[in-house]
Nanobody, 125 residues
Framework: QVRLVESGGGLVQAGGSLRLSCAASGRTFSSYAMGWLRRAPGEEREFVTAIDWSGGTTDYTDSVKGRFTSSRDNAKNMVYLQMNRLKPEDTAVYYC??????????????????WGQGTQVTVSS
């Protein structure tokens, strides 16, 4: 069992930055690839980024490449999403999710076993 709690969301102007954090409980945190997915109002849930168990492999959706960076600290059971040069279209609820796998990452939400409650990110124009 893994419990995930996101923090760090808020209101920011376009061009600004936010850093999301995801605190995970459980002794097997390092066994999980971690993802960030988002849902904008009236839209389907969308993959944003994922990081493998070691932190050595990351994957980003095209719209955030070069602006967002995911990282993790297995010693602290933490995952981070640094978001720079934010755009109004980044406005969404951002969810941290855990996917138990020995290698790689997934873009498929259904493959993630555990989810946080989400944190709202609002980017004003």
């Amino acid at each position: 069992q893994v419990r995930l709690v996101e923090s760090g969301g808020g209101l920011v102007q376009a061009g600004g930055s936010l850093r999301l954090s995801c605190a995970a409980s459980g002794r097997t945190f390092s066994s999980y690839a971690m993802g960030w997915l988002r849902r904008a109002p009236g839209e389907e849930r969308e993959f944003v980024t994922a990081i493998d168990w070691s932190g050595g492999t990351t994957d980003y959706t095209d719209s955030v490449k070069g602006r967002f960076t995911s990282s993790r600290d297995n010693a602290k059971n933490m995952v981070y999403l640094q978001m720079n040069r934010l755009k109004p279209e980044d406005t969404a609820v951002y969810y941290c999710a855990a996917d138990r796998r020995n290698w790689g990452t997934s873009r498929i939400g259904a493959e993630y076993e555990y989810w946080g409650q989400g944190t709202q990110v609002t980017v004003s124009s």
